[in-house]
């Protein structure tokens, strides 16, 4: 200011403030590959790791969505579009995109992860004996909710079961439904994340929390060929 500085609070993003929401719909084919669109919003600390994209050209846009989805192999972004609402802090990014061989083939089988976009591998280091506290920094909210059409001629052979986990570093909540009528997959997430301090003989639950939502997210669907 004119008259001299000031120190001031600046607004803390905990928790749910943290949110992203990410809302697909792709088909997948006989060869493995997949093909669809994306509505990715954030806000508070996840908009701050999203907006730039705004002023970003095609080459670093792709980049950036080659390192952001790095599970999907092959993928290609067919094209883009962003929205900034700087008022509310909330940015939405609708993609079109499409990958090569994002499912295994074998045999008669296809096995794939329905959670394509938003999935977790985090696990902890694993200490014999834990001396100190440990924190969580910047708690978030994340929810998925993917629609996937699965190919003709084939039918569910095995899928991940329900999975519901509610404790004090938050909850984490994934189902999977088989829509006949339609032959499609519903998947839905959440991940709560809570940040805070916590005493060390809580590490170990929290590396088995972290190690659940891990490899729930990264389960597999199998498919079985029924037909020629």
Known sequence: ?????????????????????????????????IAGNAVVE??????????????????????YYKNYWSQINNIKIVEYQFKNNR???????????????YASISGNRILFMPNSLDRSSYVPDRYRNR???????????????????????YAIEA???ATLVENEFGHYNVNIEYLPDEHKLQYR???????GTYPKEQYNPYREFRKKVSTTDNAQVVLIKTSI
């Not at 954030?42 to 980049?63: A, D, P």
């Open 1 to 33: 200011k004119p008259d001299g500085g000031e120190i001031v609070t600046t607004t803390a993003y905990l928790g749910k403030d943290n949110y992203q929401k990410i809302k697909a719909e792709y088909s997948l084919n006989i060869d493995g590959s």
């Open 189 to 195: 997430r959440s991940f709560f994340l809570k940040n």
């Open 87 to 101: 008022r509310d802090i909330s940015f939405e990014e609708v993609i079109a995109l499409k990958a090569t061989k």
């Open 159 to 161: 899928m991940p079961e």
């Open 131 to 153: 001396e100190s506290p440990f924190e969580i920094q910047r708690g978030y909210l994340d929810e998925d909710e993917y629609t996937i059409d699965l190919p003709k001629g």
């Open 42 to 63: 954030t806000q508070g600390v996840q908009y701050n790791n999203h907006f730039n994209l705004e002023e970003s050209n095609k080459e670093q846009v792709e980049k």
